[in-house]
């Protein structure tokens, strides 16, 4: 076994060689376990609030088409390269440096929501037990024990997803049944939404936004799948579990309650069971969070300095800051920033999809260093046509009120990057 794999580094800065690939069943389970949470619960039951059943359908099929195009395109190059997405950039057109700036954006959004979902799993857990742990002691339990987990590696965390996501569907199931069985469908699917109306382009939106960070780490989970067509079904039937079977029971169950904040309500009745719902839900979405984070980090460590450093230690102190972030509880304040961090996450994807299928820059290093499992020894140092093409779809996307934002954001930032790259090399001749 490879050293870096033995002390759970999960070549954090190199190949996942085809040997240490993962059957389709463990990594779809993580993916599974990683769409299906108790925020996009909330998420679909803001849609049913707020929109009629169609409305809410097609908004969901609109954001679900956006997810599905980037994470089954990273997730093709992530899987053929065995990289991860940080590293991946490196040679999809942002270079060493740009690369590193993809790392600190993703490692600050991963693990404030580590800090974010830790809060959550620390205030039910010190509910449940009536306040006898606190707050804070509650916080260090969970966080530490999740820490434990992701140092393991993704082994640890397919293994958690086969315990974690069969309960999660239970549970959230058992409960969701209890409170759809009082009411008809034809009653759900007929009555008028209560909530300040939505847009279907801000319905569209939101279900993009919801998981497009999910999207853009793609290739941190699919680089141990064992050919494309693992990747192709991994995301599908993700998208499909997570997007609309749990979507469409959360939109049922907002028009049941007749309310938005159906989460509380759901966990916070339902005694022990809602208990155990929060549980399973932190753990199978914050691993994978804190997981994504550590090789983020790793890029940006060994972007910067030219050194590996262990993923484990990394994971380790990401851990710890996640978790005192959540202690503290500043990060109440911090989600705002979370949210706007989302908005520059399309345009990424976009550059590197353009990058990796259509321009192709370093395609030929790739795809000579992969046979010999090895990482391109040249690159750029900043690839400053992606990052402003970045820039430029980030701004589109907030400011272009017609349409779907992160759609706009990410086709801005295609364009953007095709066209100075041309330019760029009309210039250099």
Known sequence: MNKDQLIGDDYAVGRVPLTARSSFFSVALVRIGMTTS????????????????????????????????????????GSREGLSTSLLARWCGFGR?????????????????????NAVFAHSLDYALGGRLGFTWSAVLAGGALTVLVAFGFRALSWAAKITVPLFFLVIGWISFGILQEHTLSHLVTRLPMGAPMTLGAGATIVAGGYMVGALITPDISRFCQNGRHVFWMTLISIIVGEFIFNGIAILVARALNTADVVTIMTQSAGWIGLLTVILATTKNNDACLYSSSLSLANVVEGVTCRKLSRTKLTIILGVIGTLLSMLGILERFTGFLILLGVVFPPIAGVMLVDYYILRTSRHLLDVTRQRQTLPESTQLMGWPAVAACILGAIGGMTIELGIPSFNSLIIACVVYGILVKVSALLKK
């Open 97 to 117: 440096f740009g690369s590193v700036l993809i790392g600190i954006l993703l490692t600050i959004s991963l693990v404030g929501w580590f800090g974010v979902q």
């Open 38 to 77: 108790l925020s996009q619960f909330m998420l679909g039951a803001l849609l049913g609030h707020s929109m009629t059943v169609e409305q809410a359908f097609l908004a969901t099929f609109f954001g679900s088409v956006i997810l599905e195009f980037i994470s089954l395109g990273l997730g093709l190059a």
